[in-house]
């Protein structure tokens, strides 16, 4: 399914909104820390929308806030006009968290019935959706072993799968791809391109900036609890910029050379070229191409999203 970079998301009611919110901490020796400031954003329906940021820059705390977990010192968060606890209870939210706490004598299919129960799903459908996402999330063969010998991608997977029991319209993903094999990493992709859908809002927070630069529609930025940039992934919202992008090349290894002088060779059959934007790197590879160079591919050296990151957070 491909996914709508360029949606006029103006155009649809807003699900989640975060207005200037800020959250202080406060110990008994009366010291406090400032976890969020001045924070606002909104976030609409049919969004996928990524939260990156370096170790404690404010992400769980926001996710936090915006679950009804805990309340804003100041500013305000809703979704569709209530407060988030009161949402919450009325209508629900898939969430994995960062760190997935099952009890550990449980068996995976107890876990899936007893969430399913605690989510409000009728018994009558239980089995059915247990059997679902067991078959979704790949833990068939897994389904009656305790969860203290599962392996760290296949807890990872039956947290996923408890997310997903019910039909939620808003699903809160944190470190989603944690502990999975680059198989299942593949997989997860796939699972949220599905998930996608016009009612339904999905909010991935991660450090795995790949995963969110293919994944979402926009990535909020986020470093010492402010808001530092909100990014839309796609290359159609790159800005002008000097950019380096690695060309492998198959055949017309001189003819590369010629065409950029400046190449820094790679590697056997590869380059890394610099280039002032994307319309001269097509006219250039274009021109290549006519004269009979083999490209087999190219690859920017960082995505839009790890380039205005580093900007954002500096390369610490």
Known sequence: MSRPRDADYSASAFVIEFKSVGKTYRSLLGNSVKAVEEFSLVVRAGEILGIAGPNGAG???????????????????????????????????????????????????????????LAGIPDAEIPQRVDYVVDLLGLGEHRDKKVKALSKGNLQRLGL????LRDEKILVLDEPTHG???????????IVDDLRRPDRTILIASHNLDE??????????????????????????????QTRFRIAVAAGHDLVRAAFPQAEEAG?????VTVSSLQQLNSVLGDLIAKGVLIASVVPERSVLEQQFREAVGES
């Open 59 to 117: 992400k769980s705390t926001l996710i936090a806030m915006m679950l009804g977990y805990l309340r804003p010192t100041t500013g305000s968060v809703e979704i569709d006009g209530s407060s988030p606890r009161h949402y919450v209870e009325r209508n629900g939210v898939g969430y994995l968290s960062e760190l997935v706490a099952i009890p550990p004598k449980w068996r995976a299919q107890t876990a899936l019935v007893r969430s399913a129960t």
């Open 161 to 164: 799968a408890q997310a997903l």
């Open 180 to 190: 999975l094999d680059p198989l299942w990493t593949q997989r997860f992709r796939d």
């Open 212 to 241: 969110l630069q293919r994944l979402a529609d926009r990535v909020a930025i986020i470093d010492r609890g402010r808001l530092q940039r909100l990014v839309s992934t796609g290359y159609e919202h790159a800005a002008p910029a």
């Open 268 to 272: 056997r059959d590869e380059f890394d």
